[in-house]
């Protein structure tokens, strides 16, 4: 309680709007919108937290966006009175421990995924293991980890002076320890759906792969939100106060957002076809990298999904777009994607084409070249001396 005072407090400092009385985080206000210098600030019915956007990117005030840096926090501290700065320290002091708890957060996903993943394969036939079991176990530790680093990526920069090297060292380090423990499982549906192109796969096996992705996913969208409501840090908090209305993560127009995905999955397939056959210790940490350079890259456009059932699970719910805009974004653009990846990599697709489109198919076995040399034919005489004396013999001996 002490902290929700002190955070009010500092909203309403930093918030003249919410200075007056019956404002401040927590109480329901009417939805308000102004311009302010070409900007759109908006005051959020569950929060009362301020909202300021500017084209597609904007901060909530008293909560920032990640590109609020730290000169720009350093100068917001130094035009406060010494009360407010003392606060303010207090609340920053608080929202720091909030990264150990987020840190033990990832382990313990990541442990009882792992216990998840081992009793299901001594319990279950391999079959369904492979189709099912392993890959709504994958999808739900690859959800859970998103939606808790999403917090870390809003609220870390502003909350505890986070820099995007730390950001950014954890999703790396994040994908390695999911390549190294999901077993074979891709909780990815358009990767799925590769390997039934490609002929690898069935379609039951495919059907039961998406399934278990989509409720994987959806199943670590509720624990996790369920664990937010726990409140064991104040960026679990702050989380809680703002998820009831949580923004879009499509930050610019839907074909561009489309493309950015496509993009996305583009490189990720093609990469993923090329070092399948590479070793483990070689495949994961290039996937990992690949995927933090796209989350840098691509991340201020679309958080760089490339994967429906992550997206579903995170922002679909969200307001701010439309359910089929959100589809053609995060559905349609990776799909899309994924086939490109595919026809460049092998040149067809063999569950749609038996031909190959772009590169001729070269034989097997090659014929030498040089002049054919000419038949030897046999004209040695039978000698008919020889003949005769072993005809002579067989009748004598008969």
Same mark, same amino acid.
């Given at each position: 309680?002490?902290?929700?005072?002190?955070?009010?407090?500092?909203?309403?400092?930093?918030?003249?709007?919410?200075?007056?009385?019956?404002?401040?985080?927590?109480?329901?206000?009417?939805?308000? /919108? +102004?311009?302010?210098?070409?900007?759109?600030?908006?005051?959020?019915?569950?929060?009362?937290?301020? #909202?300021?956007?500017?084209?597609?990117?904007?901060?909530?005030?008293?909560?920032?966006?990640?590109?609020? /840096?730290?000169?720009?926090?350093?100068?917001?501290?130094?035009?406060?009175?010494?009360? =407010?700065?003392?606060?303010? @320290?207090?609340?920053?002091?608080?929202?720091?421990?909030?990264?150990?708890?987020?840190?033990?957060?990832?382990?313990?996903?990541? =442990?009882?995924?792992?216990?998840?993943?081992?009793?299901?394969?001594?319990? $279950?036939?391999?079959?369904?293991?492979?189709?099912?079991?392993?890959?709504?176990?994958?999808?739900?530790?690859?959800?859970?980890?998103?939606?808790?680093?999403?917090?870390?990526?809003?609220?870390?920069?502003?909350?505890?002076?986070?820099?995007? /090297?730390?950001? $950014? #060292?954890?999703?790396?380090?994040?994908?390695?320890?999911?390549?190294?423990?999901f077993d074979g499982a891709s909780a990815n549906p358009t990767v799925a759906l590769q390997e039934f192109l490609m002929a690898e796969a069935s379609l039951p096996s495919m059907l039961l792969k998406l399934a278990a992705q989509v409720l994987g996913a959806q199943a670590a969208c509720v624990l996790t939100r369920r664990c937010w409501a726990w409140e064991l840090s104040e960026l679990h908090l702050l989380q809680r106060l703002m998820a009831a209305h949580c923004s879009s993560t499509l930050r =610019?127009?839907?074909?561009?957002?489309? $493309?950015?995905?496509?993009?996305?999955?583009?490189?990720?397939?093609?990469?993923?076809?090329?070092?399948?056959?590479?070793?483990?210790?070689?495949?994961?940490?290039?996937? +990992? @990298?690949?995927?933090?350079?796209?989350?840098?890259?691509?991340?201020?456009?679309?958080?760089?999904?490339?994967?429906?059932? $992550?997206?579903?699970?995170?922002?679909?719910?969200?307001?701010?777009?439309?359910?089929?805009?959100?589809?053609?974004?995060?559905?349609?653009?990776?799909?899309?994607?994924?086939?490109? +990846?595919?026809?460049?990599?092998?040149?067809?697709?063999?569950?749609?084409?038996?031909?190959?489109?772009?590169?001729?198919?070269?034989?097997?076995?090659? =014929?030498?070249?040089?002049?054919?040399?000419?038949?030897?034919?046999?004209?040695?005489?039978?000698?008919?001396?020889? /003949?005769?004396?072993?005809?002579?013999?067989?009748?004598?001996?008969?």
């Open positions: 309680m002490e902290f929700v005072k002190a955070l009010k407090k500092v909203a309403s400092l930093q918030c003249p709007g919410l200075a007056r009385e019956g404002t401040g985080p927590g109480v329901p206000q009417p939805r308000e /919108d +102004a311009k302010q210098g070409g900007a759109t600030v908006g005051v959020s019915c569950s929060t009362g937290l301020v #909202t300021s956007r500017a084209g597609s990117k904007g901060h909530r005030c008293g909560v920032p966006s990640a590109q609020m /840096d730290s000169p720009k926090l350093t100068q917001l501290l130094s035009h406060t009175s010494p009360s =407010t700065h003392s606060v303010q @320290l207090l609340v920053k002091s608080r929202l720091m421990a909030g990264l150990n708890v987020s840190l033990s957060f990832f382990f313990a996903t990541c =442990t009882l995924c792992e216990v998840a993943r081992r009793a299901s394969k001594a319990l $279950l036939p391999a079959g369904t293991y492979a189709s099912f079991a392993r890959e709504a176990v994958a999808a739900a530790q690859l959800a859970a980890c998103c939606l808790e680093m999403r917090v870390l990526v809003e609220l870390g920069p502003w909350a505890g002076n986070f820099g995007p /090297d730390l950001l $950014l #060292t954890l999703i790396f380090l994040l994908f390695v320890v999911h390549g190294a423990t =610019t127009s839907v074909f561009q957002g489309a $493309l950015v995905e496509g993009a996305c999955a583009f490189f990720f397939h093609l990469s993923l076809l090329h070092l399948r056959h590479s070793l483990p210790v070689y495949r994961v940490p290039a996937l +990992a @990298l690949l995927v933090t350079v796209m989350a840098y890259t691509a991340g201020p456009y679309t958080s760089a999904f490339f994967n429906p059932a $992550l997206a579903a699970s995170v922002t679909f719910s969200c307001s701010g777009n439309t359910l089929l805009e959100y589809a053609q974004v995060y559905c349609l653009g990776p799909m899309t994607g994924m086939v490109l +990846a595919g026809l460049l990599h092998q040149g067809h697709l063999p569950r749609l084409f038996h031909r190959n489109l772009l590169y001729r198919q070269k034989s097997k076995y090659r =014929t030498p070249r040089g002049k054919v040399a000419p038949v030897s034919v046999d004209t040695q005489k039978p000698t008919r001396g020889k /003949d005769l004396v072993q005809a002579r013999a067989v009748a004598t001996g008969l």
